[in-house]
């Protein structure tokens, strides 16, 4: 799935840069509005979520690339200002995200992650079951930012997982 979501991105990315900028802030009527802030929400999503996890002792050695990156506390905080900037905090996620998952291992998937939502509420949920949702709302909001993109007249060609899987001969 990390492999996955950066493939994805990249398309999405270079799908975006082919747009003038006003057309990447145009309010679409997405829930974010705009197709920039779509993929800004994506961004600052997985790093609230990183920033939770890197508290496992496992991931701790992640906490220093992580520290590099914006700490954002809301699931709208804009985390840059120009796609450019935007792609660049996604590339060094994607680092981030890759790394973290060839440090998992099984056990790792029952610990559990303690942590305050964005409303403040105290959590305490299974570390593989989250990973699952973190994966899953990534590809929840790549959907809408590949529909916003498509209403703008920009094709992002083939977003399946099953392009990935290597064929078995």
């Keep these: 799935m990390a492999d996955y979501n950066r493939w994805m991105n990249e398309r999405l990315y270079d799908a975006a840069a082919t747009l003038p900028e006003a057309a990447l802030?145009?309010?679409?009527g997405a829930f974010f509005g705009s197709l920039f802030a779509t993929l800004g929400h994506i961004v600052a999503a997985d790093l609230i979520w990183l920033n939770r996890f890197v508290q496992l002792p496992a991931?701790?050695?992640?906490?220093?690339?992580?520290?590099?990156?914006p700490a954002p506390t809301g699931l709208r905080d804009r985390v840059a200002d120009s796609l450019p900037m935007l792609r660049e905090r996604r590339v060094q996620t994607d680092v981030v995200i890759c790394d973290m998952v060839r440090?998992?291992?099984?056990?790792?998937?029952?610990?559990?992650?303690r942590y305050g939502n964005t409303a403040g509420a105290s959590q305490a949920k299974r570390f593989g079951p989250l990973l699952?949702?973190?994966f899953n709302h990534q590809t929840h909001h790549r959907g809408q930012a590949s529909t916003l993109l498509f209403q703008a007249g920009v094709d992002v060609g083939v977003t399946d997982l099953n392009a990935l899987i290597p064929h078995e001969a």
């Design 132 to 134: 699952q949702h973190f």
């Design 59 to 69: 991931l701790a050695e992640l906490r220093g690339p992580l520290s590099a990156l």
């Design 103 to 113: 440090r998992l291992e099984p056990v790792h998937f029952d610990e559990v992650v």
């Design 25 to 28: 802030f145009e309010d679409r």
